[in-house]
């Protein structure tokens, strides 16, 4: 589980690519502090285990299901990422609970400075959208964001000037990809508005008949 909270932009140093996956070592300093084997960190927002590591550089592998789901296929050497280890427990919660577990991905349509903040509007198709509320939680490329707006096929952010000089988005222009995670409460909230209890009412979804009857 990640925050959103982005602790460092790192570099790809080596990205090697096989037909369906591929394997990426990156540049890193800060989260590099404690890192261990087997540790999980958000590249970009995914969910990447530690395989090896030096004292500046650690390994991962990246599945199939990340290459299909993710803008990773676009990662180059010398690509710029944003870094993120795993929340420890008891310590703040700045962001918004993240996963790593990207749902897929948007385009930056348009890019506008307004006085210190900077407006993205970025697009995506229906099955991102539907989950995009104005004012609810979103993660690009691993960067916890508020939802400043939404339009049918798209969204937009308004990012202060600290989120642009500690992550990657200043790289950012239109027409690139990022990862798009959406805020995983809403997708388990209609998984039961939708589907109910299986064994019980497999008709119907979950209704407040069924919470009454159930001591809710």
Known sequence: MFTG???????V?????????????IKAERILSDVKDGDSIAVNGICLTVTSYTAHSFTADI????????AMKDIRNGSPVNLERAMMAGG???GHMVTGHIDGT???ENVQRDEI??????SAGETLMRYIIEKGSIA???ISLTVASVQEHSFCVSVIPHTTA?????CKKPGDMVNLENDCIGKYVEHFLHRGNAEKRPEAGLTKEFLYQNGF
């Open 117 to 122: 903040a900077i407006w993205y509007t970025i």
């Open 140 to 142: 690009i490329d691993g």
């Open 13 to 25: 140093m080596a990205i090697r690519k096989n037909a369906n996956s591929a394997s990426i070592e």
């Open 63 to 70: 599945m199939h299901e990340t290459m299909r789901r993710s």
């Open 92 to 94: 703040r919660f700045g």
């Open 166 to 170: 500690n992550t990657i988005l200043p």
């Open 106 to 108: 948007g385009k930056i």
């Open 5 to 11: 909270i982005i602790e460092e932009v790192g570099t």
